[in-house]
C-alpha cells in the first residue's frame, strides 16, 4: 500500500502538491509549467489549431507503446493534421485510487519522452482522484495547440475530383497490437504504430503547394476515416486494394480474427489527399520521416460515387466500403 | 434499454457519428465546430492563457448546477485568473455504457448554456464510451484559452507585502452543496455559486491598473489557495476572521458537520491581491458583478510570516490556517 495511490492525492490541499512536484512537474520540467497558475501563459501567434482527445486504452502498456505515449502522439497528430506545428499540450489524469505510483510514474516518464520526441511542451495540468471503482486504473485527457503555417488549412471538406489519396503507410497496426496484447493472443511481430507525425506533416507542407486534405484514420480505420471525408467533401473515392500497404504479420492475424484492417485504429498514420500532380512530391517528401518510410498513393477522388468509397479489390472486383458499424473494439485509444 | 448509451457510439463509426450530431453538435452549434476536422480553426492572437479541468463531480445534478454548467465555469474561471478574456473550450466526455441518454442530454445542454453566459464556444470535442463499470456514469474535461487582456499577468508569485487582499464573495457554498447531495443532508438553502467570472475579472482588470493576484479558491478552498500564493509569492497573509463572508447556512450546516467553511471548495469567487490603494476601487468594480455582491476586504500580505496565513479570530486570537491535509471530500469538481 505504501506505494499507491491515495485518495487525498487529489484533495487540492498538500498531499495533491506533493504529488504535483514528485511526479509531474518532475517529468515534464518546463519554465511555463513550472510557474504553476491557474493556467499557463503562451507567448505564441494565431491563428491557432486546437483538439483534444481522452485516452481510456486498455491495457495500459502494449506493444508499441501506453497511454501515456498514445496521449502525446495522438493530439500532437490531430493539431498536425490542420497542417499546423503543435506547440504546447495540456495532461489531465483522472487516476483511481490505489493506482500503484511506479505505473503513474512510467506513464508520465513516457509522455514526457514522447513530447520531447514531437518537440512539444506540456504547460499546465489537472489531476482527479477518485474512489476505488470508479474509473479503471487512469484515463488521460490531452489538448494541444498549433500554429497555423499554411493558409487555407487542409480540411475534410477540400477533397476534388481528380486529387490523389495518399497513405503515409501500413494500415491496421495499433487495433491489432491492442486487441492481441487485451486477449494475450499470439501475434507475433505486432505493435503499435503510435508515432508523432508532426515532422512528416511539415515536410509535405514545405514540398507542396496545395495539400487538399490531411486526416489521421484512428478510431473507425482508413474506410471510415474516407467515408467522413467523401461526405464532407461531396465527392467519391476509389481506392485500389492491392496499393494499400498492410503489414503481413497484420493481414495474418486479421484474416486469422476475421477482422478487416482498413476498420483498425492507426496512431502514426495520415491521409493525405493532394492534387494529382503533386502526388510524387509529397509521398517523396513523406519517405524523408522515419514514420512515413512505406507511404503509399492508394487511389483517387472521383465525381462519381458521392458520398462513397470504392474499393477495387485484387481480384479484380469493385465494392462499396462502408462507414464501421457498431462497436469493433471498445478502449482502443 | 431504448434510451441508453450502447458501446458502439464510441467506436468513431457510423453510430459515433449519429451521436455526435443528435446531442452535441445540435446544443453546441457554431461555424467553428460544424467544420468537423481533427482540430478546431482559431483565428486569434497571442499572448493566450490556456487551462484544463477534468470534471468527476457526483452527483451530476446538485443544488446550484451539474456536472455540464460546472465543466464550463470551472474552465472559464481558471482561464480568467491569469487576467484572460476566455475564448474558445474543448468538450471531451468518457460515457458509461449504458448511461441515460436523457442524462447526457441534459448534461450537454446545461454546458451550452453555460458556454453562452459565459461568452465562449465550445469549439471541438471528443467522445469515448468504457464498458460498464469501467467509468462512473461521466466525465467530463474542457480545456480552455484566452486571450490575455494585460501584461503583466496576475500571478501566484505576484503578492507584494501591503497589499490587500480581497474575495469576491462568500466561502463554501459548492463543498457543502455537494457534501448536502451526496448524503441527503437536510441543509437548506445550500447551493453551489458555481458560476462564470470573466465579466467580474474584467470589471477589476478595467478598474485597477494593477491587479497582483488573481486565483480560484477550488478544491482546498481560501486556506489551501493562500497557502500556495504565500510560498509562491514568499510573502506572509494576515486574515481579520470577521471579514471573511460565509453565508449563514454555510455556517450552520459548517458547524454542525464540525467542517471549515475555509476548507471547502468554491466553483464560483476568487481571490484577487491588489496593492492597497486600489482595494476600494478593485471592491467597488467585483460589486458589479452579479457574482460579485459580497465581495469584501479580509486582510493583507504582510513581510512576516513568509510562507503562511494567519487568521485573527473573532475573539481577538490568532492562529495559522495550513494547507488542506487529507481528503476531505472526493469527487467535489
Known amino acids: 500500500m505504501d506505494n499507491c ?3 487525498d492525492a487529489g484533495s487540492g490541499g498538500r498531499a495533491s502538491q506533493r504529488l504535483i512536484s514528485s511526479c509531474f512537474v518532475r517529468h515534464f520540467k ?9 493556467a499557463a501563459l503562451l507567448d505564441m ?8 482527445d481522452s485516452y481510456t486504452v486498455t491495457p495500459l502498456f502494449f506493444p508499441g507503446g501506453s497511454i501515456g505515449s498514445l496521449a502525446v502522439h495522438g493530439t500532437v497528430n490531430d493539431v498536425s493534421m490542420l497542417g499546423a506545428r503543435p506547440l504546447y499540450l495540456t ?9 500503484s505510483l511506479d505505473v503513474l510514474d512510467k506513464v508520465v516518464a513516457d509522455m514526457a519522452a514522447a513530447a520531447q520526441k514531437s518537440h512539444v511542451r506540456i504547460v499546465t495540468g489537472d489531476t482527479k482522484v477518485v474512489p476505488r471503482g470508479a474509473c479503471d486504473h487512469m484515463f488521460i485527457n490531452t489538448t494541444g495547440i498549433g500554429q497555423i503555417v499554411r493558409t487555407p488549412a487542409p480540411s475534410g471538406h ?6 490523389a489519396i495518399l497513405v503515409s503507410g501500413a494500415m491496421g497496426d495499433h487495433g491489432l497490437a491492442i486487441m492481441s496484447a487485451r486477449e494475450n493472443l499470439p501475434l507475433n511481430g505486432v505493435a503499435s504504430d503510435s508515432a508523432p507525425l508532426n515532422d512528416l506533416v511539415q515536410a509535405v507542407l514545405e514540398a507542396v503547394p496545395e495539400v487538399h486534405v490531411l486526416r489521421d484514420p484512428t478510431r473507425g480505420g482508413l474506410a471510415t476515416t474516407l467515408n467522413e471525408i467523401a461526405q464532407q467533401s461531396g465527392v467519391g473515392m476509389v481506392l485500389e486494394e492491392e496499393s494499400i500497404p498492410v503489414h503481413p504479420e497484420v493481414a495474418g492475424g486479421c484474416s ?4 478487416d484492417p ?10 493525405c489527399i493532394v492534387p494529382a500532380r503533386y502526388a510524387d512530391r509529397a509521398l517523396a517528401a513523406m519517405r524523408t520521416s ?18 462513397r468509397v470504392v474499393l477495387r479489390t485484387r481480384i479484380g472486383g469493385e465494392r462499396y466500403l462502408g462507414m464501421l458499424e457498431g462497436a469493433l473494439l471498445p478502449r482502443i485509444c
Do not use: W
Request: glycine share 12%; net charge negative; hydrophobic share 40%.
Open 290 to 307: 522515419e514514420f512515413g518510410r512505406e507511404a503509399s498513393r492508394i487511389g483517387e477522388v472521383t465525381e462519381d460515387h458521392e458520398g
Open 45 to 52: 501567434q494565431g491563428p491557432l489549431a486546437m483538439s483534444t
Open 30 to 38: 518546463n519554465p511555463i509549467l513550472d510557474v504553476m497558475d491557474d
Open 158 to 163: 477540400s477533397a476534388r475530383p481528380g486529387d
Open 5 to 7: 495511490l491515495l485518495l
Open 91 to 99: 495532461c489531465a489524469m483522472i487516476l483511481e485510487e490505489g493506482l
Open 256 to 259: 486469422f480474427l476475421g477482422l
Open 262 to 271: 482498413l476498420y483498425l485504429a492507426n496512431e502514426g498514420k495520415c491521409i
